[in-house]
């Protein structure tokens, strides 16, 4: 339907001006309701985003205590780093042994006797195989492409099935007031396995075993500097192990020693303990991010008589219940763990006046010393706090999970909004239209009234006009 847009013309009200205020006010009320509704809802989403972001930094927490084995960290000390250090992982048995560095892990390098003046003297033809250990590559020597001392380096460094075998070249003093160079082979790994040989075939000079042309460079013609060795330990005098670099791994089931010098004839001694600074660290960490939930949840649900302020979800059943379920569970006494340390407080970690928690090292340290594998148990055991905690919180953080539920709720809300946001339009809609109909009617009315009043006061005066004017006759 079309509307009206000169209306008052009849009347002379300003009826468009009535219209609007009369909309507005029918308007504003539910307006008001479904914004300030709108806004509740919003804060309340963005409470349980906090909420969900502090359950899981504290989950993340759980993580170094979740097992008996982040549980059981060793700590390694050498009594003399400059000898050896040392790494132990938590499988590692606590106790001494005495460690010798007999030998250190060695590259093979081998270095030409014969004297060449510079890098670009030209050596020789031929076909030069070298083998690092099992395996071996050739490469083809060819007049005045790559016969010089620095062709030949360049073109071993470039093979492709080069499998560590580094090419180079030394330039000393002649010791007679200049200087000569010589070829310098070495392996790129240590280890006995990583032994170098050199063979010739068809040396340019026709004899593939002399000291010229190629033939400079076979093992017979060349000055050994570094033998290829393994490493090599005495542990607790009795016991050689050897590698083929200066870390053992495993020899010593758990622990990973690196030799850094020898000491031959003189023990060392390698200490495995347990870490007990490290399980205090873990521990003290734990404590700190359930504080830093428990400060979420109580200005989330807490009530202020003072000011009687309230948190965005105070009287939150869902709140309410996570919270409950956590602190319950942090008190619980743990079935089937040492009487001894069946509880949180029983190892230091108390529960505060306001909530948070405590922790007394004095306690722990004692609890730690007394029975380490009766508070592991009490932490990360199958029935263990730290296993408990993180299974109620994944059920709390599980997508179907009532932090999900929640948060489906509020959705569901925000568009019921809507919904009703559309239907109040087209109420409104309906309601102007009336409006609008019954003022046009109205204004109609009055200029009907106001034409017949004046057709009145014509007619009166028509009249009066007449009598006055016999009078006077």
Do not use: C
């Not at 730290?386 to 919180?393: A, H």
């Amino acid at each position: 339907m079309a509307s009206i847009t000169a209306a008052g013309t009849g009347s002379g009200l300003d009826i468009e001006k009535i219209i609007e205020t009369l909309t507005k006010a029918e308007r504003t009320p539910m307006d008001e309701r479904l914004g300030t509704r709108e806004i509740q809802i919003q804060a309340d989403i963005s409470a349980y985003g906090s909420l969900k972001g502090a359950l899981k930094d504290f989950q993340a927490a759980l993580s170094s205590l979740s097992s008996l084995t982040n549980l059981a960290a060793r700590s390694s000390v050498s009594s003399d780093e400059s000898v050896f250090t040392a790494t132990a992982a938590s499988g590692a048995a606590v106790g001494s042994t005495n460690v010798q560095v007999v030998q250190l892990a060695s590259n093979h390098k081998l270095v030409s006797t014969a004297d060449f003046t510079g890098a670009s003297d030209q050596v020789g033809a031929g076909t030069l195989t070298l083998s690092l250990g099992a395996e071996s590559f050739d490469v083809d020597i060819v007049a005045a492409q790559n016969n010089t001392l620095a062709g030949i380096r360049d073109a071993i460094n470039d093979a492709q099935d080069n499998p560590g075998i580094t090419a180079s070249i030394l330039t000393v003093s002649d010791g007679l007031g200049g200087t000569v160079s010589k070829l310098v082979l070495t392996s790129d790994e240590t280890g006995e396995d990583n032994n170098i040989t050199v063979a010739v075939a068809n040396d340019s000079d026709g004899n593939d075993l002399d000291n010229s042309g190629l033939s400079a460079f076979l093992n017979a013609n060349m000055s050994e500097k570094s033998q290829a060795r393994n490493a090599e330990l005495l542990i607790d005098d009795d016991y050689t192990v050897t590698s083929s670099n200066n870390v053992f791994a495993d020899a010593i089931e758990g622990v990973t020693i690196t030799a850094v010098s020898t000491n031959v004839g003189t023990n060392e001694t390698l200490t495995i303990g347990l870490d007990k600074s490290e399980i205090n660290t873990r521990l003290t960490e734990f404590v700190e991010a359930f504080n830093t939930l428990s400060d979420t949840l109580n200005f989330l649900t807490d009530y202020d008589i003072e000011t009687q302020e309230a948190g965005l979800l105070t009287g939150d059943f869902a709140a309410r219940t996570i919270e409950t379920q956590i602190r319950r569970t942090m008190s619980d006494v743990i079935e089937g763990a040492s009487s001894s340390y069946s509880t949180l407080a029983s190892i230091g970690i108390t529960t505060q006046r306001d909530g948070s928690l405590g922790l007394d090292a004095n306690k722990l340290s004692s609890a730690l010393n007394s029975n380490f594998d009766d508070v592991a148990e009490l932490l990360a055991g199958d029935q263990g706090i730290v296993k408990t905690l993180d299974d109620k919180l994944e059920s709390f953080l599980r997508s179907d999970g009532i932090l999900a539920s929640r948060n489906n709720t509020f959705l569901a809300q925000l568009k019921d909004i809507d919904e009703q946001r559309e239907q109040l339009n087209l109420r409104m809609e309906s309601f102007e239209q009336r409006l609008r109909l019954q003022y046009t009617n109205l204004d109609i009315l009055v200029g009907q009234l106001q034409s017949t009043g004046d057709f009145v006061s014509q007619q009166l005066d028509i009249i009066k006009a007449g009598i006055t004017g016999k009078k006077s006759n």
